[in-house]
Protein backbone atom coordinates (compact mmCIF):
# COMPACT_ATOMS: atom_id res chain seq x y z
CA UNK A 1 0.00 0.00 0.00
CA UNK A 2 1.62 3.62 -0.75
CA UNK A 3 1.53 6.31 1.34
CA UNK A 4 2.72 9.58 1.22
CA UNK A 5 2.68 11.90 4.15
CA UNK A 6 3.82 15.70 4.01
CA UNK A 7 5.09 17.41 6.81
CA UNK A 8 6.86 21.46 7.12
CA UNK A 9 4.38 23.36 6.16
CA UNK A 10 3.33 26.67 8.04
CA UNK A 11 2.67 30.37 8.49
CA UNK A 12 5.45 32.21 7.49
CA UNK A 13 6.23 35.97 6.50
CA UNK A 14 7.36 37.15 3.16
CA UNK A 15 10.92 36.33 2.39
CA UNK A 16 10.80 33.36 4.95
CA UNK A 17 11.69 30.00 3.80
CA UNK A 18 10.17 26.40 4.28
CA UNK A 19 11.20 23.41 3.63
CA UNK A 20 8.18 20.45 3.13
CA UNK A 21 9.47 16.81 3.11
CA UNK A 22 6.76 14.01 1.91
CA UNK A 23 7.67 10.56 3.79
CA UNK A 24 6.63 7.56 1.03
CA UNK A 25 5.99 4.06 1.87
CA UNK A 26 5.31 1.21 -0.45
CA UNK A 27 6.54 2.45 -3.17
CA UNK A 28 10.17 1.43 -4.98
CA UNK A 29 11.02 4.61 -4.56
CA UNK A 30 14.52 5.01 -6.71
CA UNK A 31 11.45 4.15 -9.86
CA UNK A 32 9.23 6.22 -9.02
CA UNK A 33 8.66 10.16 -10.39
CA UNK A 34 7.80 12.38 -7.56
CA UNK A 35 6.26 15.52 -7.46
CA UNK A 36 4.81 18.31 -5.91
CA UNK A 37 1.40 20.18 -6.63
CA UNK A 38 -0.09 23.21 -4.93
CA UNK A 39 -3.59 24.26 -4.85
CA UNK A 40 -4.77 28.02 -3.12
CA UNK A 41 -8.23 28.44 -2.51
CA UNK A 42 -10.64 28.81 -5.39
CA UNK A 43 -7.45 27.71 -7.83
CA UNK A 44 -7.08 24.71 -9.22
CA UNK A 45 -4.03 22.23 -8.54
CA UNK A 46 -0.74 23.99 -10.10
CA UNK A 47 2.51 21.95 -10.63
CA UNK A 48 5.41 23.20 -8.96
CA UNK A 49 8.24 20.41 -8.84
CA UNK A 50 9.12 17.09 -10.55
CA UNK A 51 11.81 14.26 -10.10
CA UNK A 52 12.04 11.59 -12.97
CA UNK A 53 13.53 9.06 -10.94
CA UNK A 54 14.86 6.88 -14.43
CA UNK A 55 15.87 9.66 -16.29
CA UNK A 56 16.91 11.84 -13.53
CA UNK A 57 15.50 15.04 -15.12
CA UNK A 58 14.20 18.04 -12.38
CA UNK A 59 11.96 20.23 -13.57
CA UNK A 60 10.25 23.56 -11.56
CA UNK A 61 7.13 25.12 -12.41
CA UNK A 62 8.35 29.17 -14.14
CA UNK A 63 6.56 30.86 -11.31
CA UNK A 64 8.73 28.92 -8.91
CA UNK A 65 11.99 28.79 -10.49
CA UNK A 66 14.97 30.51 -8.52
CA UNK A 67 13.41 29.88 -5.37
CA UNK A 68 12.24 26.59 -4.78
CA UNK A 69 14.08 23.41 -5.42
CA UNK A 70 13.19 19.53 -5.28
CA UNK A 71 15.45 17.41 -3.96
CA UNK A 72 15.04 13.47 -2.69
CA UNK A 73 17.13 11.31 -0.44
CA UNK A 74 16.65 7.55 -1.92
CA UNK A 75 18.13 5.54 1.97
CA UNK A 76 15.09 7.94 3.67
CA UNK A 77 12.53 7.57 0.58
CA UNK A 78 11.52 11.45 1.32
CA UNK A 79 11.38 14.13 -1.22
CA UNK A 80 12.25 17.62 -0.34
CA UNK A 81 10.96 20.88 -1.50
CA UNK A 82 12.71 23.76 -0.53
CA UNK A 83 11.12 27.17 -0.42
CA UNK A 84 12.92 30.44 -0.47
CA UNK A 85 12.02 33.86 -0.56
CA UNK A 86 7.99 33.05 -0.39
CA UNK A 87 5.51 35.10 -1.84
CA UNK A 88 1.61 35.60 -0.64
CA UNK A 89 0.81 34.12 -4.33
CA UNK A 90 2.37 30.73 -2.80
CA UNK A 91 -0.46 30.63 -0.01
CA UNK A 92 -1.83 26.91 -1.03
CA UNK A 93 -1.86 23.60 0.45
CA UNK A 94 0.98 21.85 -1.31
CA UNK A 95 0.88 18.13 -1.85
CA UNK A 96 3.39 15.03 -2.55
CA UNK A 97 2.26 13.04 -5.59
CA UNK A 98 3.68 9.84 -6.83
CA UNK A 99 3.66 7.80 -10.08
CA UNK A 100 5.68 4.84 -11.27
CA UNK A 101 4.32 4.70 -15.14
CA UNK A 102 5.18 8.26 -15.81
CA UNK A 103 6.92 9.68 -18.68
CA UNK A 104 9.05 12.81 -18.54
CA UNK A 105 6.65 14.44 -20.82
CA UNK A 106 4.10 13.67 -18.66
CA UNK A 107 5.40 15.11 -14.92
CA UNK A 108 3.77 18.79 -15.16
CA UNK A 109 -0.01 16.86 -15.55
CA UNK A 110 -1.69 16.09 -11.92
CA UNK A 111 -3.84 13.28 -13.99
CA UNK A 112 -0.59 11.25 -14.45
CA UNK A 113 0.13 10.78 -10.69
CA UNK A 114 -2.01 8.08 -9.14
CA UNK A 115 -0.45 8.54 -5.26
CA UNK A 116 -1.22 12.05 -3.40
CA UNK A 117 -0.64 13.03 -0.11
CA UNK A 118 -2.91 14.76 2.46
CA UNK A 119 -1.51 17.78 2.36
CA UNK A 120 0.40 20.61 3.77
CA UNK A 121 -0.64 23.99 4.74
CA UNK A 122 1.76 26.58 3.56
CA UNK A 123 0.48 30.89 4.21
CA UNK A 124 2.75 33.50 3.56
CA UNK A 125 1.43 37.00 4.91
CA UNK A 126 2.78 40.62 3.80
Known amino acids: QVQLVESGGGSVQVGDSLRLSCAASGVTFSRYAMAWFRQAPGKEREFVAAIHQRSGSIIHADSVKGRFTISKNNAQNTVMLQMNNLKPEDTAVYYC???????????????????WGQGTRVTVSS
Open 97 to 115: AASGTIIQSQLRSHASYGY
